[in-house]
């Protein structure tokens, strides 16, 4: 019976679960990540132009090149104050620690400086305690400079769990005082109000939409201390001094519409630009991203239990795009950032779950339907239910009653088949066949009940278990192939079905093949080996005739040698055992030596002396090394070089490397390097392709691979990856299973 109950009840424990685990992966790690690369979109979107009255003066490498390497005199530090008065700065953020004492007379300097212009504001930073194990206190600029500055402020700053810096802390809290970030201290000199962010507990401090990277002046500070710099440049401006030369600034990974690193004295124009705008991020706490996640959730579920299964999809789908895009408005819109990882996932992990569940009871019901069937009971359609999937499963009943008129028909397709057919049971015996199957054992006059091994016997057919395949008398040849029965008959007799296929045509062809390679390697041979003594005849009265003549005979011989190994290989197996890859490597570039030095041709070896031991078909192998290296002296012109290289990568993998600065292959040829008869340039030597062909097939008969790249210096790089060890082959195996046929026991 159809129980709608069990439905409902997995519909309010699914949506319970999904209310939990909202809970769980909107405060853990499940989602953070996700939520800051949709932030930093968001972010990037409501970023605006930089404001053109911040410009930096920066400390970088030239500075340092033509004043004087680091730590520079407070003097210096008083002469740059000094010219950005002069030059009419309006506020000066000096973003350098002053915490020990220097020459006392260049510290007055500065602290006389610093009072002259009136509007500096400094840093501090934070120690620890002295005589204690915990706690710490602010590290202020010295006393006179404290004095003399404007106002002060931290500049502390915490990336995110990612590393990324996304927000300042404004006002930190340190053993129950208040101590203003350096750029909030700089507010009021600006005429702009602190900004006071009434944050709610476990709600994190508002997000910087930061600019790209170098988007606001920045001027060597060298050029201020030479006066060298147009006023108009510094007049009326808020001016942020520090440092980005490489190796004395901090800097940070902050999300510049992509994740850029950026010195600090450039992070801090960002905020006091996004402050003074009121542009900054209100980054909402956690209830709030679950309190999302629910609410999407509940909507989907909703959907689950009044649409059909197309319409929730829909729905899941745009629940998701819509959360995304509420979740990604609100940034430029409203200042507002809602993380939505939480409810991203809910739906994305919900949709599956339903519909798994939804699924699970259709098949339950199915499964109740199709024994009810072999139980030759029926019942009457109904298409009431829960919901639209019940329905759709009550209307699905009508076709259990057609499942009697399918078995028929599956008969009559097995009837029909070209193929010989046999169904048998568990002892072997034949329970159902077709008419192939009866002409296939025609010595044999009802084949139902019949053992195999007797219908063997009757027919007097001979049986290749290794290879799958049946021989009869009169020259026919069946490939057979058995599979388990997926159920049985009420008695419990069919168990498994058996197909052969005459391939008698197939075994014709490929002896035609043996022979016609048994013709290329004897018949054709001997042809163009007499061609090529007989050109000796003539070589003494046209010499370039004579050439040419064994020049094409050479080829024609090469052509059919290489069809003939390219044709053996597809039809014998590798014999893998353990040999010295290494000495084989050695032998081949030997066997290329006459051929390298008649064209004065260099052969580099990178071989290691101490033997590598790889599993492999020596034969194969030896003649794919000889291919490659041969191949590469062939088409390098006279004076060229060839380097052979061997290495062995994790102990796992050998790596054969063949390098030639010769002409390279075609374009054309790069496309497809190892395909036989491909594509040529005219301007190559004549070549049938033949031989990359054959080592495209031993490496992939290997279980390697093989890949030929252009070398950047000229011509062509060939690198061969081979597995130390073999995976043990299981054969035919599988394909046994159940084919061994034995007869039945008295």
Not at 97 to 106: K, M, N, V, Y
Not at 144 to 172: I, N, S, T, Y
Not at 633 to 640: A, D, I, L, S
Request: proline fraction near 5%; charge should be negative.
């Amino acid at each position: 019976m159809w129980n709608q109950r069990r439905l409902a009840l997995e519909w309010l424990l699914l949506l319970a679960a999904g209310l939990a685990l909202a809970w769980l992966a909107a405060q853990g790690d499940l989602t953070r990540r996700f939520n800051f690369a949709i932030l930093d979109f968001s972010a990037s979107l409501a970023s605006n132009q930089p404001a053109q009255d911040i410009a930096i003066v920066a400390i970088d490498q030239r500075s340092l090149a033509k004043v004087g390497e680091w730590p520079w005199r407070r003097s210096t530090h008083a002469r740059l104050i000094d010219n950005l008065r002069m030059a009419g700065a309006k506020v000066v953020l000096f973003d350098v620690l002053f915490l020990e004492a220097g020459d006392p007379q260049d510290d007055a300097q500065l602290a006389e400086a610093i009072a002259r212009h009136g509007k500096v504001v400094l840093p501090f930073g934070f120690a620890q305690k002295l005589n204690q194990s915990d706690g710490v206190e602010p590290a202020y600029p010295l006393p006179e400079m404290r004095k003399a500055a404007a106002a002060m402020g931290h500049v502390e700053a915490a990336p995110d769990e990612d590393g990324v810096l996304r927000r300042f802390a404004l006002e930190l809290q340190v053993e129950g005082h208040s101590f203003p970030h350096f750029v909030q201290a700089a507010l009021p000199l600006l005429g702009a109000e602190p900004k006071a962010m009434a944050l709610a507990p476990q709600e994190s401090w508002p997000v910087v939409p930061f600019n790209a990277a170098s988007s606001y002046p920045t001027i060597p500070a060298y050029a201020v201390l030479d006066g060298t710099v147009p006023k108009e440049l510094l007049e009326g401006r808020t001016i942020l001094v520090g440092a980005t030369a490489q190796g004395m600034s901090d800097t940070h990974s902050v999300p510049a519409r992509s994740i850029a690193v950026m010195a600090g004295v450039e992070t801090q124009a960002n905020l006091i630009d996004a402050l003074r705008s009121d542009k900054l991020i209100r980054d909402l706490p956690l209830p709030w991203s679950i309190a999302l996640a629910w609410i999407v959730l509940y909507i989907q579920f909703l959907g689950f239990w009044k649409l059909s299964a197309r319409a929730g999809f829909v729905l899941s789908v745009g629940l998701v795009a819509g959360t995304a895009l509420i979740s990604i408005g609100l940034v430029p819109l409203a200042r507002i950032w809602v993380a939505p990882g939480a409810a991203l996932l809910l739906v994305a992990v919900a949709y599956p779950m339903w519909s798994w569940r939804r699924l699970t009871v259709v098949s339950d019901y199915l499964s109740l339907e199709a024994r009810r069937l072999m139980s030759a009971t029926g019942g009457t359609a109904n298409a009431s239910g829960f919901d639209i999937v019940a329905q759709q499963v009550n209307q699905l009943r009508h076709l259990i009653g057609e499942v009697s008129g399918a078995l028929l028909f599956v008969r009559s397709a097995i009837e029909a088949s070209p193929d010989a057919i046999l169904v048998t049971d568990k002892d072997n015996r034949v329970v159902l066949s077709n008419k192939a199957a009866r002409r296939l054992f025609s010595n044999t006059t009802d084949l139902d009940g019949q053992s195999l091994a007797d219908l063997y016997l009757n027919q007097t057919l001979a049986v290749d278990g290794d290879n799958a395949e049946i021989a009869l008398r009169d020259g026919r040849a069946f490939l057979f192939a058995t599979a388990p029965l997926a159920g049985m008959n009420q008695a419990g007799e069919a168990n498994q079905i058996i197909a052969f296929r005459d391939i008698t045509q197939m075994r014709r062809r490929q002896r035609e093949n043996d022979e016609l390679i048994e013709f290329l390697s004897h018949d054709m041979r001997s042809p163009q080996v007499a061609i090529m003594a007989l050109t000796l005849g003539i070589e003494a009265d046209n010499a370039d005739i004579a050439k040419r003549i064994r020049d094409q005979a050479e080829l024609t011989l090469g052509l059919a040698d290489g069809f003939v190994q390219l044709a053996r290989l597809r039809e014998t197996r590798a014999d893998f055992e353990s040999h010295d890859l290494a000495f084989l490597l050695h032998e081949a570039v030997d066997q290329a030596y006459a051929l390298a030095a008649s064209k004065g041709i260099s052969l580099q070896r990178d071989i290691p002396d101490e033997p590598v031991f790889v599993e492999i078909d020596r034969s194969q192998i030896a003649r794919m090394a000889s291919n490659l290296i041969g191949n590469a002296v062939k088409f390098t012109q006279n004076g060229g070089t060839v380097g052979v290289q061997l290495a062995l990568r994790d102990g796992s993998e050998a790596l054969i490397t063949v390098i030639d600065n010769g002409p390279g292959l075609s374009r054309e040829r790069m496309r497809d390097p190892f395909t036989r008869f491909g594509p040529r340039s005219d301007t190559e030597e004549l070549s049938a392709g033949l031989g990359l062909a054959f080592v495209k097939r031993v490496i992939d008969g290997h279980k390697g691979q093989v890949e030929a790249k252009s070398n950047p210096g000229g011509g062509t790089i060939f690198e061969v990856h081979l597995p130390c060890v073999q995976q043990k082959s299981k054969g035919r195996k599988p394909r046994q299973q159940g084919m061994m046929i034995s007869a039945p026991q008295p």
